[in-house]
């Protein structure tokens, strides 16, 4: 592909993503599956440059004066250390395949660009997230809110959760050493491995095997933190694609029994095969629109020692891996979140036994849905209390809680992680 076919590709997909509501990886994938002809160099410039846009669209569009795809990419390639107006222009060319030619708008546009400095812009563009998100965010890092978004603009590392029903970090560190994949250990996990440089280890065999799964040291640590026990009752009611379920098998050394309930069979379909790679043989799987879930969770009632709720969220605390969520999330939508995870929390609690736990986990840092949830909660349920996250997280790890009780909230500043929120409540003895 020419400079310029590649630009009209990445045009053309920042345009897709902003009108769907597909992830832009299926977006980006099923642009490539059709277009055979694109080479690997000419497939990561494309996707290279999407993404680096996602990450800054609230930056890029404020200067643009506009969010077509267009625009936003003159602006990034404005961006580069050595970019030239001429230049740049001169790749809308009109010519076959490529972008079509500025336009007296455009050309305005692209002149100013050398003069429009960063400091100009308001937070939210710098800090690129949602003009209407300023104050829900302010409210959550005050003073932070600059560092905070600065972190979550970058790209995320890859973890590793090393399976203990198989292995140990120690040997699959050693393993993929030898391999020339370098490995650091997590901060906080201890079956946390993270890649030196980032790669697809999907067709490993050490994946394959069931040695290790792709997991990000943040969310191993929400499956740590419900101090699961072999033999115990545990109920993961939002499980999705399972692999917090699969971490807590091994955590139960397969011990014990692990439901595993999700409202969107599909999401779960790919567990099944999971299961049998990682040797995890605890776990049941039922669909909630299954009429036989409906009977499991009555059998359930008031007996399950653990209730994991990694309930639907914003993804908020994910905007690394998936940037073009952000500007897909509207204020309605907050509020359904809110109300869905309000009304999980009341179909959830009763399951949980006298003197069992209710885990509260999402991947988001908005306190609309974390802090203001649980809050909610406890005003209607008397008989449960929170424990201090400090407390639980010495049950099961030897390192210091790095963050203040009473909730685990994590960040990709602070601890490198994706941005997770858990709360640990207990029932009371009756």
Not at 149 to 166: H, P, S, T, W, Y
Not at 188 to 200: E, K, N, Q, T, Y
Not at 301 to 327: F, M, Y
Not at 382 to 394: A, D, H, K, R
Request: hydrophobic share 40%; glycine share 8%.
């Amino acid at each position: 592909m020419t400079p310029g076919a590649r630009l009209q590709a990445a045009i053309e997909l920042l345009d897709q993503i902003a009108g769907a509501e597909a992830p832009a990886d299926r977006l980006v994938g099923n642009y490539f599956r059709s277009r055979r002809y694109a080479g690997s160099k000419d497939r990561r410039w494309v996707t290279d440059m999407v993404y680096d846009v996602l990450r800054r669209r609230g930056e890029y569009a404020w200067r643009a004066g506009g969010t077509d795809g267009r625009r936003l990419a003159f602006v990034h390639l404005m961006g580069a250390e050595d970019a030239d107006a001429d230049a740049v222009a001169a790749l809308f060319s009109g010519a076959q395949y490529c972008p079509a030619n500025l336009d007296a708008d455009e050309q305005a546009v692209l002149a100013t660009l050398p003069r429009a400095g960063a400091d100009e812009a308001p937070a939210w563009a710098t800090g690129n997230y949602p003009e209407w998100l300023h104050p829900n965010l302010m409210r959550r890092f005050g003073t932070e809110l600059e560092a905070e978004m600065a972190a979550i603009q970058g790209r995320a590392e890859v973890d590793l959760r090393v399976n203990a029903l198989k292995s140990d970090t120690a040997k699959v560190a050693a393993s993929l050493a030898r391999e020339d994949i370098a490995t650091t250990p997590g901060a906080f996990a201890p079956m946390a491995l993270r890649l030196d440089s980032r790669r697809s280890l999907a067709n490993h065999a050490l994946y394959q095997n069931g040695g290790i799964e792709i997991q990000d040291e943040g969310s191993q640590l929400v499956a740590l933190l419900c101090a699961a026990q072999p033999g115990q009752q545990v109920i993961d009611y939002c499980a999705g694609a399972g692999g917090k379920s699969l971490a807590l098998a091994a955590q139960m050394s397969n011990k014990g029994q692990i439901f595993a309930f999700d409202s969107n069979p599909r999401r779960m379909r790919p567990l099944r095969e999971r299961l049998q790679r990682a040797g995890a043989r605890n776990i049941q799987l039922h669909a909630l629109a299954d009429p036989a879930a409906a009977s499991a969770l009555a059998g359930l009632a008031g007996k399950a020692d653990r209730v994991l709720l990694d309930v639907p969220c914003s993804g908020s605390g994910a905007w690394r891996r998936n940037p073009e969520a952000k500007w897909r999330l509207t204020p309605e939508q907050l509020a359904r979140y809110g109300e869905t995870q309000d009304d999980i929390l009341r179909r959830a609690a009763p399951l949980v036994a006298p003197g069992g736990r209710l885990i509260y986990a999402t991947c988001s840092i908005l306190m609309e849905e974390n802090e203001d949830r649980i809050e909610r909660f406890l005003s209607e349920n008397t008989g449960f209390e929170v424990l201090p996250i400090g407390e639980i997280w010495n049950e099961v790890l030897d390192s210091p809680c790095p963050c203040d009780d009473p909730y685990l909230r994590l960040t990709p500043r602070q601890h490198g992680t994706d941005g997770f929120f858990v709360a640990v409540l207990q029932r009371q003895q009756t």
